[in-house]
């Protein structure tokens, strides 16, 4: 895995009128604080999935942000087990994610996680996404008696 140092951050950031606690509040979740971006800014080692990121909400490119190329593509998720057969299923249906998520009642990105394996399906939703999705219950848990 390779690691970036951020050298162009805080002065993008502040470029764009941005403080440490709006960017991170604003680009991350409730669980970024401005230390983090400070320890970016003061020359911390961030991730790939971190410096895509902050470039994308800042609007310039990972190379303007770490003054450098870029050496690491992300690689795919890969899917196995119940998220591959969902994935399956789903896309033999027609379904978009967004059309599963709305009959579930949840977002289409926990949806999406569920598809990645990031995330164990609740045991309520196995029956509707069988029956929705025109597969055996089995099928979906143990990859067995497809209907």
Do not use: W
């Amino acid at each position: 895995m390779t690691l970036y140092t951020l050298k162009n951050l805080q002065k993008i950031r502040e470029e764009k009128g941005l403080t440490r606690h709006k960017l991170a509040f604003k680009c991350f979740d409730e669980g970024a604080y401005n230390k983090h971006i400070k320890r970016y800014e003061e020359g911390g080692f961030a991730k790939y999935d971190t410096v895509k990121r902050l470039a994308d909400f800042l609007n310039v490119s990972m190379e303007d942000l770490i003054a450098g190329p870029v050496n690491e593509e992300p690689r795919p998720a890969k899917r196995t087990g119940v998220g591959l057969r969902l994935h399956i299923s789903r896309v033999n249906m027609g379904y978009s994610q967004q059309d599963v998520a709305d009959k579930l009642g949840i977002s289409q990105s926990v949806y999406s996680r569920y598809e990645r394996g990031k995330l164990f399906v609740h045991d309520k939703y196995i029956p509707i996404l069988a029956k929705l999705l025109k597969v055996s219950q089995e099928y979906l848990l143990r990859g067995r008696s497809m209907q």
